[in-house]
């Protein structure tokens, strides 16, 4: 509140607001123009796919790693199982990452399967330098069997697709999802169903408890019958021919059972 007799205040405050607004009116041509470049990569690149293949990978920490999700690209140890290399494997659409590593065994050969069902799906079509060569050798004179080993054409890892496969619908098509060989979910709730008189006799309270105790202690168990069966060999294997005297008497022992003890082991050794 104001005092005394001051001026009223009116001070002028952000009076330079201008700049600092940003406004989008150019949202709809920024979407057309990335539309029209997509459009533009997939004719460049054609016949390949738009997308490079992703790997299956976990999500990190305790919270988070029962849902999975595309990773980056797949590890060089994934590449190496599946029969290829890293380099090589770019140039076919597949994600390489060499910063990620494999903790996970179960991971690991899932991905090396989607990688094996990739290739075995994959129409590779003639490389340029394939190509060059058909076209040399259906123009030059023939050659001799040393001039033949030196134009030999490269290697490839995955065979090139023969012409009958080429001709094929399938090779003329361009793969343009979002995600090649996308994954399914399973889904994992269960249908209603109604309550039987086994489940409600069921204590799954006590259950879980009994089952955590006996993971808690498996190790120390079998420990102690490891022991114990090693203690029963040993008395099994030692001498008992050694002499006993058996003539003191027992507890709760009179001296008529001591006698018809006796006669009873006697008569067990004969």
Not at 159 to 177: G, I, R, T, W, Y
Not at 218 to 246: M, N, P
């Amino acid at each position: 509140m104001v005092k005394h007799n001051h001026a009223i205040p009116n001070v002028h405050l952000k009076k330079h607001w201008g700049p600092l607004v940003k406004t989008f009116f150019n949202q709809p041509a920024k979407k057309k123009q990335r539309q029209v470049a997509r459009e533009e990569k997939a004719a460049k690149i054609f016949p390949r796919p738009i997308n490079y293949l992703r790997p299956i990978i976990r999500c990190p920490t305790q919270r988070y790693n029962m849902k999975t999700r595309y990773g980056r690209g797949f590890t060089l140890d994934e590449i190496k199982n599946a029969g290829l290399n890293p380099q090589y494997a770019r140039s076919i659409g597949i994600a390489v990452d060499h910063r990620r590593q494999d903790m996970c065994l179960e991971t690991r050969e899932l991905n090396v399967k989607r990688l094996k069902s990739y290739l075995a799906k994959l129409i590779l079509f003639p490389g340029k330098t394939t190509r060059k060569l058909a076209a040399k050798q259906q123009k030059a004179e023939p050659m001799t069997d040393a001039k033949k080993e030196d134009k030999k054409p490269r290697k490839m890892i995955v065979p090139e697709a023969p012409k009958e496969k080429l001709e094929l619908p399938a090779a003329k098509e361009q793969s343009d999802e979002k995600k090649v060989l996308p994954v399914q979910e399973p889904k994992l709730r269960e249908k209603p169903q109604t309550i039987t008189p086994e489940m409600k006799g069921t204590k799954s309270f006590q259950k879980l408890r009994i089952e955590r105790v006996k993971q808690r202690y498996a190790g120390v168990r079998k420990k102690r019958a490891e022991i114990a069966q090693k203690e029963a060999e040993e008395k099994a294997t030692k001498d008992t021919s050694q002499s006993v005297s058996y003539t003191h008497l027992r507890a709760h022992e009179t001296r008529e059972d001591l006698v018809c003890r006796l006669l009873l082991e006697k008569k067990k050794k004969q």
